[in-house]
């Protein structure tokens, strides 16, 4: 589009004259730039240089969609000399616009432009006509990639007349080359974000992978497939699962390739599945494969935890079951004992039923928490007052084992937004622990402070303890500590499970710290009340 700003005409572009040879030297020195990088900005400053100076205008600007493209939004990148650039900026923003209008409906979107001078945004929504008069001649063309306008390239001058169809020749060539250095640089940029997004991917991905290529070398595995096997990727990267013979950091490797579709066990009991998928490309080429290993260890140790609480489920229902069973055929007898051994039975069976009563709701309380349908009820508790019941309902079980509760608890204590009953379970499953493990004649100590902005709860006892490799254990479902004095103690493995469960829905943590032979002390926080002005109800 050749435009006489002056609406003095000028000759039409069917009259192109052939280009000269600085046109062609031009044209040459614009290629060689062009294709010597790909950095965008770096190529659309060369266009508007090689625009502006090629075709002799004292103004270059070119239109393109923001990088990266947002919808509405353009911007204006403007190359000037001799001459104010601002008082020319709104003559060409509307030249090119325009000229986009008639080869392009994108622009009906359009609700942003951004003026950049050499690259450098000054000028954001909005721009209006400065300073028009100066431009008196003014060339526009489209920048095309396959049937798409991709954007406008346009030249201006202060001088009648300026340009003729050799220019507008000459600026449809430099706009061609134009458009596919930018349209190259975009690939670029794209394909470099989807190789960085890939990356991403393969460094977070939990499963393994492994890629080979169409020799059976290895090309790249991820993270968590190093940490699987043990090796780092520049030591077998290349190499053949097949040369295990030769270099031992391929051997778990090669058990991996030899055992796709099957469970294989690597080093330090870690159990993993591996399954593959042959790559090809358009032509069906055969260009290697992808393996991709899922880590089931965890898998396995849950069966194996739900095989061993199936087993210890099995043996304390038939305990308290045969045994109540055998009592109630002495009672039925009708030889049957003295009142005195009557009653006796009877307390029996009481205790084995209540027994039976709590492996019930453990069993109950873990299926509410895996549908998630644990419910608080929250109301305003003394915590004081919730450790001395607590303890009081387990006195008489702690002084038939011989163990002498010890409470240091402050009096009044600041008080908690709680569940009562659900808190009192938690002190409940641990103070029934501490008496199990401890031996006779011991003592459990129960304390509470009030530590930041949070209350502190611990019970300590002087037992057996916890080995130190059991304790990030301690508070899965169905775990038990393996030991001849836990195992008799029996239990189910999920009372800790459930206060983890109850103590993070009120916003706290809970652990254990244990030393073998010396006892163990269990401790959760609870959050503080707080008030309204944000102060800590109680706090001292």
Not at 110 to 115: A, G
Not at 151 to 168: C, E, K, T, Y
Not at 299 to 324: C, G, V, W, Y
Request: hydrophobic share 40%; aromatic share 4%.
């Amino acid at each position: 589009m050749v435009t006489n700003m002056t609406g003095v005409p000028i000759r039409s572009a069917s009259s192109t004259k052939a280009p000269t040879l600085d046109d062609v030297t031009l044209l040459y020195g614009l290629s060689k730039e062009l294709t010597s990088t790909l950095d965008g900005d770096e190529v659309q400053r060369a266009v508007l240089r090689w625009a502006k100076d090629g075709v002799m205008g004292e103004i270059a600007g070119l239109l393109l969609p923001t990088d990266p493209p947002a919808q509405r939004s353009w911007k204006l990148l403007v190359s000037a000399s001799g001459i104010d650039a601002s008082g020319a900026t709104g003559q060409i923003r509307e030249r090119l616009l325009n000229g986009m209008h008639a080869v392009s409906d994108q622009l009906d979107l359009v609700s942003e432009i951004q003026t950049v001078f050499d690259g450098k945004a000054v000028t954001e929504l909005g721009i209006t006509d400065l300073d028009a008069s100066e431009l008196k001649s003014f060339l526009s063309v489209p920048l095309i990639v396959g049937a798409e306008a991709i954007g406008m390239l346009g030249v201006g001058s202060v001088i009648p007349q300026a340009f003729d169809s050799r220019h507008l020749g000459l600026l449809s060539t430099i706009a061609n080359q134009a458009a596919v250095a930018i349209n190259n640089t975009k690939l670029f940029r794209q394909t470099l974000l989807e190789k960085q997004q890939l990356e991403t991917v393969l460094t977070n991905m939990a499963d393994g992978l492994l890629m080979l290529d169409e020799h059976g070398r290895v090309a790249t595995i991820n993270p968590a497939l190093e940490r699987m096997l043990g090796v780092e990727e520049k030591e077998i990267l290349g190499r053949r699962p097949s040369e295990a013979s030769s270099d031992p950091r391929l051997v778990p490797l090669a058990s991996l390739c030899a055992g796709l579709g099957r469970e294989i066990t690597l080093e330090e009991e870690r159990v993993v599945r591996a399954s593959s998928s042959v790559m090809t490309n358009a032509a069906k080429r055969y260009m290697g494969a992808v393996v991709v290993v899922h880590d089931v260890t965890r898998e396995r140790e849950l069966d194996q935890m739900k095989s061993d609480f199936l087993a210890n489920a099995s043996h304390e229902l038939r305990t308290p079951l045969h045994s109540i069973k055998g009592f109630i055929k002495l009672l039925l007898d009708d030889n049957g004992p003295d009142p005195e051994t009557r009653k006796e039975f009877l307390g029996i069976i009481k205790e084995q039923s209540e027994h039976l009563g709590s492996l019930v709701d453990d069993l109950l309380h873990v299926s509410r928490i895996d549908a998630g349908h644990l419910e608080l009820r929250q109301e305003r508790l003394l915590v004081d007052n919730l450790i001395h019941k607590t303890a009081q309902k387990l006195s008489n079980m702690a002084s038939d084992e011989g163990i002498e509760f010890k409470i240091d608890v402050p009096s009044p204590l600041t008080a908690i937004e709680g569940d009562e009953d659900r808190l009192m379970q938690v002190l409940t499953n641990l103070l029934h622990n501490a008496i199990k493990f401890s031996p006779d004649g011991g003592e459990v100590t129960v304390r509470a402070r009030v530590n930041d902005r949070e209350l502190l709860v611990q019970v300590a006892d002087r037992g057996i303890g916890i080995p130190e490799e059991a304790i990030p254990r301690l508070f899965d479902r169905f775990y038990q500590v393996d030991g001849s004095m836990t195992r008799s103690a029996g239990g189910s493995g999920l009372g800790l499970y459930i206060s983890k469960q109850i103590v993070e829905a009120h916003g706290g943590r809970i652990w254990a710290d244990s030393i073998v032979g010396e006892g163990t002390a269990f401790s959760f926080t609870v959050p503080l009340e707080t008030c309204p002005d944000g102060t800590t109800n109680g706090q001292p």
